[in-house]
């Protein structure tokens, strides 16, 4: 189908650009009349004027959801329809991906379509949204909701930094240091093959092994490739059976440095849905349901599917949530403080508030742990390289004194 360019005027007076995919001009200047909007220039696009765009690389990541619903809440707080939010905020959204999405949800609201049911056939968006803006639709209260929104997902973002933030200097310290031991392997230690082939004296077995690995890396990488592929297809296939998905997510909460960090980030998380839900009016059930599906841990979203149930048939929240076995005992005592005192909102998002300052303390730890750990790992591995080197040379020295 086509694609023609346009540049409009609005009821007042300001001047508007895009494209629009038609049959024919007629049809243009038919969609933009329904918008309102006055044409003044149509024209098609050939092959080399339509614009070239990446949107496929690029993501929708929850600061651009944030800024989103920021400033959908700031704009509908003004006064501005619902439709007439979607048409400022598709021209001013920086992410082309969402801003392309934006456009598609401009126009399914002009045809009539809610917005929560337009923001559905996109799944950018995450759940909680989305039963947010429906909740927000029915009490007329959207304005609030999503402001409620943006300050959740401002907050889940500057955790999510954080504990990014934390992984980046060891991941980069880690990358180095396959590096230059590569490197090592590939092109240093070869130089000593030759020289310690004419000793005439028996290698030392680190020698030996480094030999080996250095041989195995130059000349039998491929098998180390496909290894490392058939590792990861396999692991893969392992983490989308729930078996394996329960197995790692497991794992994620009890092994050491980084499970206690886990557990604080899955609380705050949890907490924090939990309370923006209620405190909209959404039903515990669906607060629960929403929730399961946010706290990315199959471990916990298995659990608090089971306390779902649980509360369906009159039992208390507390009860099944300690049961799951992952949050700590704060977590178990505040939702009964809570469900006792009738503010489970407030005592909830109190509750997400400590947790964050804990992320915070856990992740400073969790990087004073690592850097010293990846530096002893490399001493080693550095040091067994030189001992392997400077071994045999030792034994050269030896037997020149012997003669």
């Known amino acids: 189908m086509p694609v023609y360019s346009y540049k409009a005027k609005t009821m007042d007076g300001q001047t508007v650009k895009g494209t629009l995919e038609a049959a024919d001009r007629t049809v243009v200047i038919s969609m933009l009349k329904e918008r309102k909007y006055y044409p003044v220039q149509i024209n098609e696009q050939g092959l080399l004027q339509k614009e070239i765009t990446f949107e496929f690389l690029e993501s929708v990541k929850l600061k651009d959801i944030a800024v989103f619903c920021r400033q959908f809440s700031t704009i509908i707080n003004a006064g501005v329809s619902v439709l007439g939010c979607l048409d400022i905020l598709r021209q001013q959204t920086e992410n082309k991906k969402l801003k392309g999405i934006v456009d598609k949800i401009y126009e399914s609201v002009q045809k009539g379509n809610t917005l929560s049911s337009a923001m559905r056939e996109h799944k950018v968006f995450p759940q909680i949204l989305l039963n947010m803006v429906e909740a927000g639709e029915v009490s007329g209260s959207l304005d609030t909701s999503l402001e409620r929104m943006a300050v959740h997902f401002e907050k889940e973002n500057k955790l999510n930094q954080k504990v990014k933030g934390a992984l980046t200097y ?158 700590p005992p704060m977590v178990t005592h505040m939702l009964k403080i809570g469900e006792d005192t009738g503010a489970m909102e407030s005592i909830l998002e109190k509750t997400a508030d400590f947790y964050d300052n804990e992320v915070e303390t856990a992740v400073t730890q969790m990087t004073t742990l690592l850097e010293p750990l990846i530096l002893c790992v490399m001493a080693v591995v550095v040091g067994f390289i030189v001992m392997a080197i400077v071994q045999p040379m030792f034994g050269m020295y030896s037997g020149l004194e012997g003669m």
């Open 170 to 327: 060891p991941t980069i310290i880690s990358i180095i240091s396959v590096i230059v031991i590569t490197i090592l392997l590939t092109f240093v230690v070869p130089t000593f093959v030759s020289m310690f082939a004419g000793i005439g004296i028996e290698l030392p077995v680190t020698t030996r092994m480094l030999l080996g690995i250095s041989d195995f890396i130059r000349n039998r990488w491929y098998i180390a490739v496909t290894i490392i592929i058939v590792i990861s297809l396999a692991f893969k296939y392992f983490t989308s059976t729930d078996f394996g998905k329960n197995a790692i997510d497991m794992l994620k909460l009890k092994i050491p440095i980084f499970g206690p960090l886990n557990r604080k980030v899955v609380s705050s998380r949890f907490t924090r849905t939990l309370s923006t839900l209620l405190v909209s009016g959404l039903p515990i059930l669906t607060a629960l349901e929403v929730a399961s599906r946010v706290v990315d841990n199959y471990v916990v979203h298995k659990g608090l599917e089971r306390a779902r149930q649980e509360v369906s048939r009159g039992v208390s929240l507390a009860q099944p949530i300690e049961q799951i076995g992952v949050f």
